[in-house]
């Protein structure tokens, strides 16, 4: 085995997945030949490194959390954020419209109170999220009138 | 019965079956490890343990779409890995946007700074592996993660990332290469390799 296949199976080697022939050859040549010796040392000193350092300790009210977010009704705080934002965004939406109509010198809201429309927007890959577009909004933005008598 | 004897598949079924206390079982069974790995990921001590809970939470919302075949830790590590890289996406998302504002964030892992897990006091080295580890590809990261921290077989990461051997083979040891070259070159004076290529 040559020192380059030995190179390449060092890591299998030392995370023992290597065929167990294989990895006696390794050895073997890991014996007699000093430069892959010092990789071999080199590997065997990083992976010692990484395991000295300590894992996390663990919040001991971990699972008691978790099971209470399980609990229906449980409504987590990000979520009620998310909820707050939807609704601002709702609302900013509504009042653009407005004020760009009133600008524009359209009609008021109340006189056409079935001139809303609602379109669905995509707003997380997984959570849809419905954004009202005044009529209205719309048409200051093309230009022209969508489904006016 | 003594839950220590029960397997997952059993706990599984019976969650499945209405007794969602159980689900408690699975959570202590796995939570040190799955936080350990999330930790390593992210360098974030306590934002793993959000993600964590996040993670238990979406394993019990999809128990019903598990398989039982004894490899129900698969099951959620495959689940945490997508949570955390779904994790780490959303922070590139926001440390970009923050630059594009010209603020800079309190709390990014893409500093490449020590991170939160590892206290001031520790010991030097220690904290420069723990930055050399968040240098390395997310990819040659989550595979080197689990094969050292978590001591996944091959064939065990294989199922949580879909990933052939061969190609983990080659992810842990380029990231070993790497990592050994970057801690050279610190400990030299030089300076790392920031940017670890694909695979």
Known sequence: MNCQRVIRSLSACQDGELDPALSRQVEGHLENCRACRAEWDGMQELVGRLRLSPPPALDPFFSARVMDGLRPGTVKPFRLLSAAAYALIFVAVFLAGFLLQTSAGGPTPSASPAAATYSAVLLEPQELGLLAVHEDTLKLFSGRDHGQK | ?199
């Open chain 2, 1 to 199: 019965m003594d839950e220590q004897k029960l397997t997952d598949d059993e706990v599984v079924a019976a969650v499945l079956g209405g007794r969602s206390r159980d689900f408690e079982i699975l959570v202590r069974r796995y939570s040190s490890r799955i936080v350990h790995f999330i930790a390593r990921m992210t360098a974030d001590g306590d934002e793993a343990q959000s993600i964590a809970q996040d993670v238990f939470l979406k394993i019990f919302q999809n128990l019903a779409y598990y398989r039982a075949q004894n490899n129900f830790s698969a099951f959620i590590f495959k689940i945490a890995r997508n949570m955390t890289l779904n994790w780490l996406q959303r922070q590139k998302r926001t440390v970009f946007f923050s630059r594009l504002l010209g603020r800079e964030l309190d709390k990014a892992p893409f500093r490449q700074e020590t991170p939160r897990f590892s206290p001031q006091d520790r010991r030097e080295r220690e904290d420069a592996v723990t930055r050399h580890l968040m240098l390395l590809s997310e990819e040659q990261r989550l595979a080197l993660i689990l094969k050292v921290y978590l001591e996944f077989s091959y064939k065990q990461i294989r199922e949580v990332t879909g990933w052939s051997v061969p190609k983990i083979e080659t992810l842990i040891s380029r990231a070993k290469s790497r990592m050994k070259k970057n801690i050279l070159l610190q400990e030299s004076g030089g300076e790392s390799v920031n940017h670890a290529r694909k695979q």
